[in-house]
């Protein structure tokens, strides 16, 4: 069974769509972007811009947060954060690429906090597939894809985004 992939571009407008109500609702002036390195910072970037919302999103990279790293290792590459102002009692959108088993996802929130106690924390991410092992949940997904769990989507880029699907490592 082959998966159809959506095409990127529709996807981006209705995640952009889905976070500029969530801005309205939340009060722009108090939100800040954050993305998860690479795929989320990517599109936390494009977000950024589209939106027209002034400086620059948040990066972070959740490389030491990982609760996996006896199975992988580090990476050979670990991307300095980039944090928006204080982050004290600010609605922060936290923006994935995908969002599967919520491992990503909790690292990232140990990484937030580290920097301060924020109001909220939104995540909005652009593909939702099932298979959590932690009870996380996005507050925007611009699409739901179920893939079978030998299978792995990726977002590429940045320059054009794109998504594939690998066969996972055994």
Known sequence: MTTQLPDIEPLLAKLTEQVATLLSAEGRERCALVGIHQGGAWLAGHLQERL?????????????????????????????????????????????DILYTGRTIRAALNEIFDYGRPAAVRLAVLLDRPGRELPVQADIAAHYIDLPARQRIKLRGPDPLHLVIEEARS
């Open 52 to 96: 027209a919302l002034p400086g620059e999103p948040g990066a972070i990279d959740i490389a030491f947060y990982r609760d996996d790293l006896a199975r992988g290792g580090l990476q050979a590459e670990v991307r300095p954060n980039r944090m928006p102002i204080d982050i004290e009692d600010r609605v922060i959108v936290l923006v994935d």
